[in-house]
């Protein structure tokens, strides 16, 4: 081996420490359950959030948006202190000036407080869509992750059951023009009235108190703790064998609870939406009343809700509202419905210029300032008439053209020393293989429209 100075034979061993692999085995990664979107990833997320956006916005919704960061107190009202992602799953943290904060787990809460803020005593109905990152610590998996992104809608102000069936609707709209809508089955259920849902749970306590051994231990603390609805939605084999025989929420249910439920599946039939009464269905937290839904499939394997919503009048007061405020709305998981829009062949989105730029010259030759400059005007006055261009630069005209080829362009754009002296543009056909020449860069965009 060779010999090494006195400060250089250090280095072996310091790459060797448990800290110096430690460092290199995180630096070139990102952190636990997160992930990068670069490419076609990033073009097919975009393409959702493009498509929710056209979907929101032809319902009338407008776009807003909260911050990643909010008060945690801000969570453990509407999600409660006891709930998993409040106890086990927020990112939370003590601010320097001594607040708890935290990373938002999901876009209601948030959205409701910038809202209350907002409007005052207005009563206004008032339409809400957003977009961005929410945050969880939990098991990494396909289709979960701990940074993960969403869409969602929120109406504010109506009770009426044409609300619901509005937001129902959109939601409908945004997975078929995602193409996936035929692959998803719409379940829907109500909680009744407020009143309708507290008898409810009375009921729901003392059946399960009464097959408290036969529950899991995790059901037994959501008994404990008063929230028996939380129940009906257990994954554990053991607690879906008791579920079975609970109680209904219809056969508590008060007649008008029934009727406005009837009049939403009635407009969704009206539309010719296909959907599916499951009574198990149902939102744990309190402030959740009459309609609850999903859209599942079973394309995604245990993973098979790909948007829920429901409504929560409730919400507010918890927030400190001095009265209810009618609210409703739904959310969706990003990263799943591009799981889902693979599952089932929906083409990705593309992301090819139209027009790729090709000068004619080699590093280091005499033209190269002139035509790297015309070239420069001339991809700018493309994009001037909202043409995408892409430069080509390779250092070798064979590598440029090349590369051309490959971009996904259908045209090239093609300039020399020749070119530059004349005042000339050629336009080559990727396809096709025909080349002209023309005069200026207008021409060049009649050229290209017209095709």
């Known amino acids: 081996s060779k010999m090494l100075c006195g400060r250089c034979a250090a280095w072996p061993a310091v790459l060797r420490s448990p800290a110096t692999r430690r460092a290199s085995s995180t630096v070139h990664r990102p952190v636990r359950g997160t992930k990068d979107c670069l490419g076609s990833t990033f073009l097919r997320m975009q393409q959702i959030v493009d498509a929710f956006r056209k979907s929101a916005s032809l319902h009338g919704y407008e776009e807003a948006s909260t911050p990643i960061i909010e008060y945690s107190d801000l969570f453990q009202r509407s999600l409660g202190s006891e709930s998993d992602v409040v106890s086990k799953e927020m990112f939370s943290f003590v601010d320097l000036d001594g607040s708890k904060v935290c990373l938002r787990p999901e876009g209601t809460a948030g959205m409701l407080r910038a809202v209350m803020s907002e409007r005052g005593s207005s009563s206004a109905v008032q339409r809400v869509a957003y977009a961005g990152p929410m945050f969880r610590r939990e098991r990494p998996q396909k289709g979960r992750y701990r940074q993960f992104h969403q869409v ?35 379940e829907l259920n109500t909680l009744g009235s407020f009143a309708d849902r507290t008898e409810y749970s009375k009921r729901l306590t003392e059946y399960f108190s009464k097959h408290k051994d036969s529950l899991s231990a995790e059901s037994v603390r959501r008994l404990e703790t008063g929230h028996p609805l939380r129940i009906l939605d257990s994954k554990s084999e053991a607690d879906k064998q008791v579920v079975v025989g609970a109680p209904k929420a219809w056969q508590v249910m008060g007649a008008p609870a029934r009727q406005r439920f009837d009049r939403i599946r009635s407009q969704l039939d009206a539309c010719g939406i296909q959907h599916v009464v499951n009574d198990t269905l149902v939102r744990g937290l309190d402030y959740y009343a009459h309609t609850v839904w999903e859209f599942t499939t079973s394309k995604l394997g245990s993973q098979s809700t790909v948007l829920a919503g429901g409504r929560y009048d409730g919400l507010a007061q918890m927030l400190g509202a001095s009265a209810e405020l009618p609210a409703i709305g739904w959310a969706a998981g990003v990263e799943r419905l591009a799981l889902l829009m693979d599952a089932v062949g929906v083409e990705a989105a593309q992301s090819a210029p139209a027009v790729a730029l090709v000068e004619i010259f080699e590093e280091g030759d005499a033209c190269e300032r002139a035509v790297s400059a015309r070239g420069q005007e001339v991809a700018q006055l493309l994009r001037g008439h909202g043409l995408r261009v892409d430069r080509m630069l390779a250092p070798s005209v064979k590598r440029k053209f090349k590369d051309a080829s490959s971009s996904g362009a259908q045209f090239a754009v093609i300039l020399g020393e020749s070119e530059v002296a004349a005042g000339s543009i050629q336009v080559k056909d990727l396809r096709s293989g025909e080349q002209l020449s023309v005069g200026d860069v207008r021409e060049v965009v009649s050229k290209l429209r017209a095709s």
């Open 152 to 186: 969602g809608v929120e109406l504010y102000s109506s009770g009426a059951a044409a609300a619901d069936a509005e937001v129902i609707l959109l939601a409908c709209s945004f997975l078929d023009s995602l193409s996936v809508c035929a692959h998803t089955t719409l």
